[in-house]
């Protein structure tokens, strides 16, 4: 028996009770209790429960990634009898290095009539692809991108839409071992240029528009700037979104999509094998401080810790039905995606979540029968700012698990998900990003859901809090580091050829120890708190405060919409001001400042108070939907934004700038 010294939990939890926990029957049908069985069987390795794996995991973290492997039935020419092989350097050790297999083999190896992926837009039309039309388009499309002269390596975009088109212009890519990148249509020619200018494509995928609230945008003169400024494109694919059949006679060596697809049979894929490490996608940051940095993430480690996260974490199963609300410029795409090596069929929407209605999403989870409903944690504060009851006007049957992420989900959206939306669900917020394209933190369906608090450590995980001075510490406050290797670390950065960019963006703050810029508390009994980013920290007379504390707060007051906060230097210290967009006819008056000041003093403390509170009426977002504290940051400081691209509402940055109110 694995010896699991987690005694402080049981006394801890009878103190509280769970906003919501699993049935015995749930917990001994998962595919983790599965996993569990499958470990005693084979490897004569006894862990009892979720948190005796976790230990365990985190202690032989070899061998529970080839058990993982071994499990989930990975598709390969060859695993090799090397599991590890370590490094002096954390970033250098590497997973598997005589492997050999295909992530794109692994996602399709479902062959049948049933359906893959269902996809709809804001308006409602519908599109469904079987496994079977999945595999076919793949081929077709594979045959395509050989014609065209993509190799093992190259790069190949996608300008795209949330549709089914993307998803097999992915696969095909990695079927070939060439290299995925993808970012929103919605992007600016120079947002764009900022990623794919790095990366130099040989082959663009792109929609002819996209819509948006009701609104049509057509990007063909986008296009064409493209091709004028990338030219390391060579072909160009145009999938009709807006147009039944676009005019492309203007652009360069340009196909329609189905115009492609008519030039080849299907045919059984020659997937290519390739190492454990071989880059799959190239991921790009937000770059709100800096131009985007290209992360390259490897095709074995992105498989394996998906898997991990959707079968042992979220319990997903053969017909169940995955849903994250997401554009093709964020890593939750690449991550829901990748469900399919699970058995599940793909829910896609592409659109705003709430046009035209605010529940339009919870339709969709009665029509297309969801199971796992993912969405951001400002989307969920949102229909609760509009008094939105799912739980009265849908059935919601289908759902056993919703998940959050995008930023730290409140204490009050815990008691509002159970009481508006489903009382008999898993709640999991999660957490981790582009820069590992998984979680370090996130749920765990065996698990009680507790309010505030993120359920669990990613299992094969070595996550820990460290104090300044690199200590590891409970129930306090400190930074979010991994201490040990992981399958899906990047590759490292395109174009930075001596590891420096990455040693410097992970490694710099404690030697050889993942650090990766979140405040967190991990506490005793095993949950876990989110207090905001490292980089975003409030320190006025040196007390540390995340800004998700100050979020919670006054996000509670009826008028405010949402809310950002941020660092001001003033006096050789720092004082925090926050910024407020109120519902439409609201005005930030003097009864309404000391109405948001108690809310913060008494539920959170005085030091937390802001020295000034200013009503804005647009507060910048990330195109992905997060706000953007270091960019308003700068504006306030009369700072240079270098990458005003990458937001989604760029002029919402002009009202920070010589705020009166920040002079006094």
Not at 473 to 489: H, I
Not at 543 to 570: D, F, K
Not at 623 to 638: D, N, T, W
């Amino acid at each position: 028996m694995f010896d699991m010294p987690f005694k402080n939990q049981v006394y801890g939890e009878m103190m509280r009770k769970p906003l919501w926990q699993p049935s015995p029957k749930q917990v001994s049908s998962s595919r983790l209790t599965r996993f569990i069985r499958f470990l005693e069987k084979n490897l004569g390795v006894s862990v009892g429960d979720f948190h005796g794996l976790y230990l365990w995991s985190e202690a032989e973290p070899a061998l529970f990634w080839s058990a993982l492997w071994d499990f989930a039935q990975v598709i390969a020419e060859q695993k090799g009898d090397v599991l590890f092989e370590p490094h002096h350097s954390m970033q250098k050790a590497r997973f598997f290095p005589q492997a050999k297999l295909n992530y794109a083999e692994n996602l399709l190896r479902v062959r049948c009539n049933e359906v893959a992926i269902i996809a709809r837009n804001e308006v409602g039309s519908l599109d469904s692809l079987t496994y079977d039309q999945l595999y076919q388009q793949v081929s077709q499309c594979t045959q395509a991108l050989k014609s065209a002269g993509v190799n093992k390596g190259d790069r190949v975009a996608g300008l795209m839409a949330n549709i089914p088109q993307t998803i097999v212009a992915m696969l095909a890519t990695a079927a070939l071992g060439a290299i995925w990148c993808s970012c929103s249509p919605d992007f600016g020619v120079a947002g764009i240029l900022d990623r794919f200018g790095q990366i130099e494509p040989t082959v663009l995928f792109s929609v002819d528009g996209y819509t948006y609230s009701g609104k049509s945008f057509d990007i063909m003169d986008k296009l064409k700037d493209l091709q004028t400024q990338l030219s390391s494109i060579k072909k160009t694919i145009v999938v009709p979104y807006l147009h039944e059949k676009p005019d492309i006679s203007f652009l360069n060596e340009a196909c329609l999509w189905d115009e492609m697809l008519r030039k080849y049979q299907p045919k059984e894929i020659a997937f290519e094998p390739l190492p454990f490490n071989h880059p799959l996608f190239i991921m790009f940051t937000s770059g709100t401080t800096g131009s985007p940095k290209c992360i390259v993430h490897g095709a074995g480690g992105t498989l394996l810790q998906h898997i991990k996260e959707h079968q042992l974490h979220c319990d997903v199963k053969p017909g169940d039905r995955v849903f994250y609300f997401t554009t093709c410029g964020w890593m939750m795409w690449n991550w829901q995606v990748s469900a399919l090596a699970s058995g599940a069929t793909l829910v896609l929407y592409d659109g705003a979540p709430m046009y035209p209605k605010a529940d339009i999403l919870f339709d969709y989870v009665d029509e297309a029968k969801i199971t796992l409903f993912g969405v951001s944690a400002k989307y969920i504060h949102a229909l609760e700012k509009e008094g939105i009851t799912p739980i009265k006007s849908h059935s919601l049957r289908s759902v056993r698990l919703i998940s959050s992420t995008g930023s730290p989900l409140m204490d009050e959206s815990y008691d509002y998900v159970y009481s508006c939306i489903k009382k008999n669900v898993s709640l999991a917020s999660i957490s981790g990003g582009t820069d590992i394209i998984s979680c370090f933190v996130l749920g765990a369906i065996v698990l009680p859901i507790w309010r505030g608090e993120i359920q669990a450590r990613g299992l094969g995980m070595s996550v820990d809090v460290f104090d300044e001075r690199g200590r590891s510490v409970r129930d306090n406050k400190g930074e979010l580091v991994c201490t040990k290797p992981f399958p899906s670390m990047p590759i490292g950065f395109w174009n930075d050829p001596t590891g420096e960019k990455y040693t410097q963006s992970y490694f710099s703050k404690y030697p050889n120890v993942w650090c990766h810029g979140d405040l967190i508390e991990l506490k005793q009994e095993g949950g876990l708190v989110i207090y905001g980013r490292s980089d975003t920290v409030l320190n006025p007379g040196g007390v540390r405060i995340g800004t998700a504390e100050i979020y919670r707060q006054v996000e509670q007051v009826p008028e405010v919409v949402e809310s950002l906060v941020v660092g001001q230097e003033w006096d050789n210290d720092m004082r925090i001001i926050l910024f407020v967009r109120l519902i439409e006819g609201s005005t930030l008056d003097e009864m309404l400042i000391q109405r948001i000041k108690k809310q913060i003093r008494l539920n959170a403390s005085p030091r937390h108070m802001p020295a000034k509170i200013i009503q804005v009426f647009d507060i910048p977002r990330t195109k992905s939907g997060k706000i953007v504290e270091l960019a308003v940051r700068e504006v306030i400081h009369g700072r240079p934004v270098v990458n005003r691209e990458s937001l989604a509402n760029p002029d919402a940055l002009e009202a920070f700038k010589n705020l009166p109110e920040l002079a006094s």
